[in-house]
């Protein structure tokens, strides 16, 4: 079985690409390398693999390589590449997201008209729900961003579903709840706090840290993709959260912990775009996908410290 | 090490989409058609329309 996966050398794409490649399937890699954040950080990400006899590796834009030949032998697409980050999806660059979350995702739905895959993944997230007082989220519930990213990454996931009914791709979207882990995106919340509290700065917080998030390991998000290759009906959405629904202050406490002392904690404005609580219910992903978190908050969070120790080293 | 043939065969030029190959050293991809060579660094070929070199004729 071969697989595409987009974004491959993003935090989440470059894991999935690794379980992939041990799970015995040949995979395609495109990644544009986005200057949102160091090159040299994905570079690493997918140091481990890219000389991997079966996986191919490609630098490239999902708007401008030719897609048909991309979807070659191709019968899986993890579509994970996207414009992250809530806060800048404001003003100008909101052009970046259209592109890169819509039409690009839009293009890869079509060019899978001509190429037929037996599943068509799409990562899509939390944020498509915004700031709802109705808790736990569930994916019967309207979704409602409250931020130009979360307006985009929805778009994206309707057009799966709008692709799926007119032409049977067979899309299926997972609403990821804040991952976090090893090779996390240095604009996220747990890598800053993490490389602070090492680094001995003190900790800013946006609101008053009593916002608490659906925080979701990797390898939990890696292993749910797997299901939904396996198990996923298309056209559906599946909330795929950490069960670990925790405040950012009781995080602070975390690590405190762990580093073994105080920390000083600065809290700044609330972030437009921002949203109060997340919280997935999990239902629907348990009952037709299978799927259960396996790494509770502590161990996760643990992990990621040990990889932001030997980056700051 | 060069790239594979499995992977030259699902890379076109990304402005044209038209065919490319493999030059002579082996470190870059040529479209004829848009006079453009893609780099290949460090094992990667970089199918980025901005990033291509014009080739001199």
């Known amino acids: ?313 | 090490m060069t790239i594979s043939q499995e992977l030259l065969d699902i890379l076109a030029c990304p402005k044209c989409k038209g065919d490319i190959y493999l030059n002579e050293t082996k470190d870059g991809l040529i479209c004829d058609r848009c006079k453009l060579l893609y780099e290949i660094k460090d094992d990667i070929p970089i199918m980025l329309i901005d990033e291509a070199k014009p080739i001199e004729t």
């Open chain 1, 1 to 313: 079985m071969k697989a595409l996966v987009t974004g491959a050398a993003g935090f989440i794409g470059s894991h999935l690409s690794e379980y992939l490649i041990a799970k015995g399937l040949r995979v395609v890699g495109i990644d544009s390398f986005m200057d949102y954040y160091p090159r040299s950080m994905k570079e690493s990400n997918i140091a481990g693999i890219i000389r991997d006899q079966h996986y191919e590796f490609i630098e490239g834009s999902l708007l401008e390589v030719d897609l048909s030949r991309l979807l070659a032998g191709v019968d899986v697409v993890f579509h994970q590449a996207a414009q992250a980050g809530v806060r800048a999806s404001w003003g100008r660059s909101f052009k970046v997201y259209t592109d890169n979350n819509i039409l690009a995702t839009q293009m890869l739905l079509e060019a899978c008209k001509e190429s037929p895959v037996e599943k068509f993944i799409y990562a899509s997230s939390s944020s498509v729900y915004g700031d709802t007082k109705d808790l736990p989220m569930r994916e019967s519930s309207l979704p409602c961003p409250v931020s130009p990213y979360g307006v985009s990454k929805l778009a994206a996931e309707h057009l799966s579903c709008l692709y799926h009914r007119n032409f049977a791709i067979p899309a299926v979207s997972l609403r990821y709840f804040t991952v976090y882990g090893a090779r996390q995106r240095p604009d996220m919340a747990f890598h800053r706090f993490l490389r602070w509290a090492l680094e001995g700065s003190a900790l800013q917080i946006y609101g008053d840290g009593r916002q608490s998030r659906d925080f979701t390991h990797v390898d939990d998000i890696v292993e749910a993709n797997w299901l939904a290759l396996e198990k996923g009906q298309p056209g559906e959405v599946f909330n795929i959260g950490g069960g670990s629904r925790v405040t950012l202050n009781e995080v602070v406490e975390m690590i405190k912990t762990m580093v073994g002392r105080e920390l000083e904690v600065h809290y700044e404005g609330v972030q437009k775009g921002d949203v109060r609580h997340t919280f997935a219910d999990m239902t629907k992903a348990e009952k037709k996908l299978g799927y259960r978190p396996k790494v509770p908050i502590q161990d996760g969070l643990q992990r990621e410290y040990e990889w932001i120790q030997s980056l700051v080293k």
